[in-house]
């Protein structure tokens, strides 16, 4: 469901013009001289080559430490941790986050990305995914610009906020996303788990319940009205607030969220701080993020969406 309150919309063009004019000029390599792709064919060969199906997954954290990671360089940063297998991205003054070392790994194309990812407190992206394509790299953003605005940035040198990826999307505080980002050289795609689901005028509980019973049913599942009910509560904590005040609720399940065609367009990072995430990181802006179960697999070179 889209949305933007005019709170929301100030909040987006301060956040966006401050962003703009204290990040853009910071001090930073070079982007196009930090040699991100190294060929090292010994490294390469850590991850499984294409076949005619998705290669297995591969971890990109161990649970532990940072081990392959560090700290990215940004000014003002909080402090980064992990926890209990999960990684703690915690406020800075402006952008806080951790960037991949072992770049001669990385896939540039026909790769998929799953990882999951809550916003503990805050009011801006709190699992934003730098990653490679092709030769360049692009920004996945989850709930910028005021806490909402998902998308891509950058697209023919239009920002997450403004080009055809734009999505508006509610972001509970502590409600755990799992994010799936695919990328080859016509498109990219993702999928959201859980699913916004819209909510129909006199909508009750009793009727969201029958609706998601159908829809587990055409996927094959049959569910008891008590165990839909279960299903929507584990997920929509104050339910019965939300279907009067018709505000976003969630279904069980993955729904596509952005379905990008990229094969006559320009993708690159947008300019800024933020490049030093490149060539493979999470960030958050002014945001406590945590992230868990990142994971990284090839695609075959032909792949259908």
């Known amino acids: 469901m889209k949305f933007l309150t005019t709170l929301s919309l100030a909040l987006l063009a301060i956040g966006c013009m401050e962003f703009q004019q204290t990040q853009r000029n910071r001090a930073a390599q070079q982007y196009g001289n930090q040699n991100f792709f190294i060929q090292d064919t010994n490294s390469l060969a850590q991850l499984p080559e294409a076949t005619a199906q998705p290669s297995p997954w591969a971890a990109l954290f161990n649970g532990t430490d940072l081990t392959g990671w560090k700290e990215t360089d940004y000014a003002g940063r909080g402090n980064v941790k992990v926890e209990n297998g999960e990684l703690h991205i915690e406020n800075g003054l402006v952008i806080t986050g951790i960037t991949f070392t072992n770049n001669a790994v990385l896939p540039k194309t026909n790769y998929e990305i799953s990882y999951q990812a809550k916003r503990v407190n805050g009011s801006d992206f709190f699992a934003l995914l730098t990653f490679p394509v092709g030769d360049k790299h692009a920004s996945f953003v989850t709930g910028g610009w005021g806490g909402a605005v998902t998308g891509i940035s950058s697209i023919n040198s239009m920002d997450a906020s403004e080009n055809d990826t734009t999505v508006y999307l509610k972001y509970n505080q502590d409600q755990w996303y799992t994010f799936r980002l695919r990328v080859t050289p016509e498109n990219l795609s993702v999928w959201m788990t859980p699913k916004e689901h819209l909510i129909p005028l006199n909508a009750t509980v009793a009727s969201l319940v ?12 049959t569910l008891s009205a008590k165990d839909a009910e279960s299903a929507l509560r584990a997920i929509n904590p104050e339910l019965d607030k939300n279907i009067p005040a018709r505000d976003t609720i969630y279904f069980p399940g993955e729904a596509q969220i952005i379905d ?46």
Not at 277 to 291: K, R
């Open 210 to 221: 029958k609706a998601y019973q159908a829809e587990a049913a055409t996927a094959g599942q």
């Open 260 to 305: 990008e065609p990229i094969k006559e367009k320009v993708v690159q990072m947008r300019a800024g701080e933020i490049e030093l995430s490149a060539p493979l990181g999470f960030a958050t802006f002014q945001s406590y993020g945590v992230i868990r179960n990142a994971r990284i697999r090839r695609l075959p070179i032909t792949t259908e969406k």
